[in-house]
């Protein structure tokens, strides 16, 4: 059951404008969304993440350096708490300049800043780039779909097929590699990209053994590879405010950004007031969390939902060979169900067919979607 709901904002993916990306070592330069791909640069620049109060997640850490269209007011690269952000640090300084709506930008004061591509969730104008030589646009709440290209060869993964999938195909598993239309095994090794995102980076995984390669490649670059559509791997964190269970969204950064307000809005019931509030994306960071602690993927592994303290020994032993370990006792199902059914409706599809409407969360869609996640 796939009903969509909530909020309807469309965009193109993007690194918002005027970021200065790196693909090597640093995150890239730049606003509240996802890096640029821009030139590289060595020392990797960082941008900085500022205050955007009054968007859609409320009172969180500051608006963004570069491309930033937070409406919240934010400081001009000061340091502080709470309202105001820094510009990044970096070997050669930050990057400023241009912002595009009624925030302003940082100017260049090292600090304490987000590595650049992240920030607190504000909707805003986006720079389009090309995926396999064409640009795209997404919207949350989009139906998906449209006719699959061929990527041309000389582009990035030239030959491969992207895009044909649709909403309906939105929801894999607890398994890396789950949730392409006509894939049944695990890994993401030379797939096409049936929703245009690449999936899920988590980094090199060395220590782990020969099981979990198909888990740590490196085909799709390190999680902070600039070239990646809708920006470097990003996370936001989700606590219960009955029983302390966090649970936290892995994807791309402008879909943590995207995401974030809805979750905040739709689950609000069951979330702490600092989840609500302070709601922020955060670059992906390899010892916070790791693919064991999966508890669903979507959009063709792009997307990942993980539950603190969860260990999935599945992952670790030959295909096929478990069961996927159970859930623990005693964690909020109600946020979790709660999380399953706002992630997969409103996470950003390509706008290939019709778009659907955002009517409110049913308890309805709830119960079903939970009993699909449990085990």
């Known amino acids: 059951m796939f009903v969509p709901f909530f909020s309807r904002r469309a965009k193109t993916i993007a690194r918002r404008a005027g970021t200065a990306g790196t693909s090597s070592g640093g995150a890239s330069s730049g606003g509240a969304r996802g890096g640029s791909s821009g030139s590289s640069s060595t020392g990797g620049k960082t941008g900085s993440t500022g205050s955007s109060s009054s968007g859609s997640t409320g009172n969180g850490a500051g608006s963004s350096s570069s491309g930033s269209t937070g409406k919240g007011s934010s400081g001009s690269g000061s340091t502080g708490k709470g309202s105001t952000g820094s510009s990044g640090t970096s070997g050669e300084g930050s990057t400023g300049s241009g912002s595009t709506g009624k925030g302003s930008t940082g100017s260049g004061t090292t600090g304490k800043g987000i590595p650049g591509g992240f920030g607190s969730s504000t909707s805003g104008k986006s720079t389009p780039i090309a995926l396999g030589g064409t640009s795209k646009s997404i919207s949350p709440y989009s139906s998906g779909g449209g006719r699959p290209i061929t990527i041309p060869m000389g582009q990035l993964f030239g030959g491969r097929s992207a895009g ?18 006509g894939y049944f095994s695990r890994g993401v090794g030379g797939r096409g990209f049936p929703f245009w995102f690449w999936p899920v980076a988590w980094g090199s995984g060395a220590g782990y053994g020969a099981n979990v390669a198909y888990m740590h490649s490196n085909e799709y670059g390190d999680p902070n590879n600039s070239s990646r559509p809708g920006g470097p791997i990003a996370m936001a964190s989700f606590q219960s405010n009955s029983t302390g269970t966090t649970f936290l969204l892995v994807a791309d950064n402008d879909t943590v950004m995207d995401v974030m307000p809805d979750v905040s809005a739709n689950c609000s019931q069951w979330l702490t007031p600092a989840s609500i509030d302070t709601i922020t994306s955060t670059p992906f960071n390899a010892s916070r969390v790791a693919p064991e602690q999966v508890v669903q993927y979507y959009r063709a592994s792009s997307v990942a939902l993980t539950l603190d ?57 709830f119960v079903l979607l939970l009993l699909f996640l449990l085990p």
Not at 336 to 341: A, E, V
């Open 164 to 181: 044909g999938a649709t909403r309906n195909d939105i929801y894999g598993s607890r398994t890396f590699g789950s949730g392409y239309p």
């Open 309 to 365: 303290g969860y260990n999935n020994s599945a992952v670790f032993a030959p295909e096929n060979s478990t069961d996927d370990t159970p859930l623990p006792t005693g964690i909020d199902d109600n946020l979790l169900g709660c999380l399953n059914y706002t992630i997969a409706q409103a996470v950003p599809l390509v706008d290939g067919a019709m778009r659907l409407p955002a009517p409110e969360f049913r308890a309805v869609g």
